[in-house]
């Protein structure tokens, strides 16, 4: 913009100046708006200290006299373009540069307040990582508490150094070009690069070793389907006795012998036991616990027993009063038929066992990337769904694009849906999941897609990386 001004007096012309100024710095100002400008949420870890109480009243004037800033280039560019009269209630050139101007609460007056507090940036930071609390409360790494605390800084520093920029270069428009004010312009330039590239330098030396981990902790009471969600009835406790896991309806074996049975029925068909909800799939893993019992039917679809009290003391499950009449263990004359304790592998009606299999991707068309995921149960099949955003450049995100993405849920039992293909399901053999570290390959990169994928029988996350230009905000 100083090429522009600095012309030979003799073919100055303030006026083109002046819109060619306006129309600049309100393109330039543009790009600006699509940057974060909350102070709040990335210093939230910094909140109680004494170095943000003095800091946030700073940055906050900061950002007011920018935005009065913005408006004097609304009102000039209205000036400029429909009149070329003033307007009522505009905010004219000399008023601007004496806000900015301002010994005591001008621009230049503030940052040199932020730059005194944070003087010591390396080290209040390297105080916030230490401190145990941060990561669990507030939902940031420890990198990416560097990286927004960075931000916050340097946006601030950017605002000032646009508003002192602009002062020079206006002056040198109203002068008619009689002063050159390009030194004093130069000397701003240095004292901003100057700050940037320390503060630049402070925080990349952390964030090169600080943990991108952070803990997520528990709300105050959970609630199913919004704090959680489980797979329902995959592998249950289940009482039976031994003369039901046979066809020949002996008591010869012992309930070790039954490591994968059946029910073949129920001996003592009157019985108060035979009463109680059958398993339908496999016995697994029988063992004899004690044969005198009592059981209690449990009130849900999700549980078998409320809980079963054994003749010794020993107790599954909470001993509570029992909602109906607890059942009691029986025998065969003369033969002792054992109880066994078996896990029930029964994929029936209520047992929601089933995990998506089809890739979940971002608008990447829409230069959208994905900002969050969460676990979703739909129609007995557990999601992933995502939460997505428009990338911007230096990898910031459009918070007014943020939104959640409704899934594509489905039924197992729909036409063209497959097992193995668009869902997996769990079972005794088949249902381990790995916990895996996925991380980019490199710098520079983000994500856009996610997927459960089945290797060697585990489920295992899968995730799609794009590259991005960073400077421009584009998913390439």
Not at 402 to 410: D, G, R, T
Request: with cysteine; charged share 25%.
């Amino acid at each position: 913009m100083w090429k522009h001004v600095l012309w030979d007096t003799t073919q100055f012309d303030s006026s083109a100046s002046e819109i060619y100024l306006v129309d600049h710095l309100i393109e330039f100002d543009k790009a600006l708006r699509q940057m974060s400008d909350d102070i709040v949420e990335p210093m939230t870890p910094a909140r109680s200290t004494i170095w943000l109480l003095e800091l946030y009243p700073e940055l906050r004037h900061i950002d007011n006299l920018y935005e009065k800033f913005r408006q004097y280039l609304r009102d000039q560019k209205e000036v400029i373009t429909v009149s070329k009269k003033s307007i009522d209630d505009s905010i004219d050139a000399d008023e601007m540069i004496r806000d900015i101007r301002n010994v005591q609460l001008g621009a230049n007056a503030t940052a040199n307040k932020v730059y005194a507090i944070t003087r010591n940036l390396f080290q209040i930071l390297l105080e916030m990582e230490l401190m145990s609390y941060y990561s669990k409360e507030y939902f940031q790494s420890p990198q990416q508490m560097y990286y927004n605390f960075y931000n916050v800084l340097a946006l601030r520093d950017l605002k000032t150094y646009i508003m002192i920029e602009y002062t020079y270069l206006i002056d040198q428009v109203l002068n008619n070009g009689k002063h050159n004010y390009q030194p004093l312009a130069i000397e701003n330039r240095k004292r901003f690069e100057a700050h940037y590239n320390k503060t630049l330098s402070s925080v990349r030396s952390r964030m090169v070793y600080s943990s991108t981990k952070y803990w997520r902790t528990d709300p105050e009471s959970h609630s199913k389907g919004t704090t959680y969600d489980e797979f329902t009835r995959l592998l249950q406790g289940h009482i039976q006795n031994e003369v039901d896991m046979n066809h020949q309806r002996s008591c010869r074996s012992t309930c070790a012998d039954y490591s994968m049975a059946k029910s073949y029925g129920c001996y003592d068909s009157d019985s108060p036991y035979c009463k109680l909800e059958k398993c339908g799939g496999r016995l697994i893993g029988c063992r004899f616990v004690k044969s005198d019992m009592d059981i209690c039917p449990a009130r849900t679809k999700s549980r078998r027993y409320e809980f079963i009290r054994y003749e010794n003391g020993r107790l599954f499950g909470k001993n509570n009063n029992c909602w109906k009449k607890t059942v009691e263990s029986w025998h065969r004359w003369f033969v002792h038929c054992s109880y066994c304790m078996c896990l029930c592998d029964d994929p029936n009606i209520l047992s929601d066992r089933f995990i998506n299999l089809r890739p979940v991707l971002s608008d990447v068309k829409a230069n959208k990337i994905i900002t969050g995921i969460k676990f979703v149960k739909a129609e007995r099949v557990l999601h992933m769904q995502i939460q997505e955003g428009q990338l911007l450049p230096g990898g910031h995100v459009n918070q007014s694009t943020v939104h959640w993405v409704p899934l594509e849920s489905y039924k197992i039992t729909d036409v063209g849906v497959y097992k193995n293909k668009d869902f997996y399901q769990l079972s005794y053999e088949y249902r381990s999941m790995a916990l895996d570290n996925v991380e980019a390959p490199e710098p520079n990169y983000v994500v856009t897609g996610v997927q459960f994928v089945v290797v060697n029988n585990v489920v295992r996350l899968s995730v799609r990386f794009n590259k991005m230009d960073w400077m421009n905000g584009i998913i390439l």
